[in-house]
């Protein structure tokens, strides 16, 4: 074989035989479940108070959650997903799992964030900037997600769907509109409970397994 030929071999390797990031042998855990997880709970908590459920209006006992379960435990579910080589896992994960630890900081009364508005209306306008700057970041990830799975495209829509209602609700100042929000937030957590589990139900260690709906 010449080198030229050779050469052309090479590269048609590199091109073809390129790993598939998502599947890069590492000894790490897959850190899917926790991130999903730890995301659907959070969610859940929140969409719960969204929604008024219980009569509860104010939403501050999920910072808590939004410190550690949404916002560490996810965090770090992202920084295990780059050495994985899945890029996707990493960047979403990370970006929400600072969403959360974001969203708590905005609620604990000691950061002085709320308590800087003198204007409930401002206040409500500068969190609609808040959710639709994360509404558009979450559509980026709807296109991330188009060839990967329905599950995945279906949390993603799901999700979208919520950060632009409650940010319609934050900036029109409407409570239907915010409950809205909260019961497609509810819906979100509950496809990402699914996902979550499809994730931890590994074939050949559980009884049964979940489809995530593959996408040719």
Same mark, same amino acid.
């Given at each position: 074989? +010449?080198? #030229?030929?050779?050469?052309? &071999? =090479? !590269? &048609? !390797?590199?091109?073809?035989n390129t790993p598939n990031v998502a599947s890069r042998a590492t000894k790490i855990a897959n850190p899917g479940a926790l991130g999903l997880f730890s995301f659907a709970s959070t969610t859940l908590i929140l969409s719960l108070y969204n929604v008024n459920a219980r009569s509860i209006h104010t939403p501050n006992v999920v910072v808590g959650m939004a410190c550690f379960s949404g916002g560490l435990a996810q965090f770090l579910a992202g920084m295990w997903e780059f050495p994985r080589g899945n890029v996707f896992g990493a960047t979403a *994960?990370? =970006? @929400?799992?600072a969403f959360w630890m974001s969203y708590a900081t905005i609620l604990i009364p000691g950061s002085? $964030?709320?308590?800087? @508005?003198? +204007?409930?209306?401002?206040? =409500? !306008?500068a969190l609609g900037i808040y959710l639709i700057t994360w509404f558009v970041l979450t559509f980026m990830f709807l296109i991330g997600s188009l060839?990967?799975?329905?599950?995945? $495209? +279906?949390? *993603? #829509?799901s999700l979208c769907i919520t950060f632009i209602l409650l940010a319609t609700g934050a900036f029109a100042g409407s409570v239907s509109v915010t409950r809205a929000g909260g019961a497609f937030g509810i819906i979100t957590a509950w496809i990402a409970y699914y996902c979550g589990l499809s994730?931890?139900?590994?074939?050949?260690?559980?009884? *049964?397994?979940l489809p995530l709906g593959n996408i040719v």
């Amino acid at each position: 074989m +010449s080198d #030229v030929e050779k050469a052309r &071999t =090479s !590269q &048609t !390797q590199l091109v073809h035989n390129t790993p598939n990031v998502a599947s890069r042998a590492t000894k790490i855990a897959n850190p899917g479940a926790l991130g999903l997880f730890s995301f659907a709970s959070t969610t859940l908590i929140l969409s719960l108070y969204n929604v008024n459920a219980r009569s509860i209006h104010t939403p501050n006992v999920v910072v808590g959650m939004a410190c550690f379960s949404g916002g560490l435990a996810q965090f770090l579910a992202g920084m295990w997903e780059f050495p994985r080589g899945n890029v996707f896992g990493a960047t979403a *994960f990370t =970006s @929400y799992g600072a969403f959360w630890m974001s969203y708590a900081t905005i609620l604990i009364p000691g950061s002085g $964030v709320l308590s800087a @508005y003198t +204007s409930p209306d401002e206040l =409500s !306008q500068a969190l609609g900037i808040y959710l639709i700057t994360w509404f558009v970041l979450t559509f980026m990830f709807l296109i991330g997600s188009l060839r990967r799975n329905m599950g995945l $495209v +279906s949390l *993603f #829509v799901s999700l979208c769907i919520t950060f632009i209602l409650l940010a319609t609700g934050a900036f029109a100042g409407s409570v239907s509109v915010t409950r809205a929000g909260g019961a497609f937030g509810i819906i979100t957590a509950w496809i990402a409970y699914y996902c979550g589990l499809s994730d931890l139900l590994v074939k050949d260690e559980s009884w *049964f397994t979940l489809p995530l709906g593959n996408i040719v």
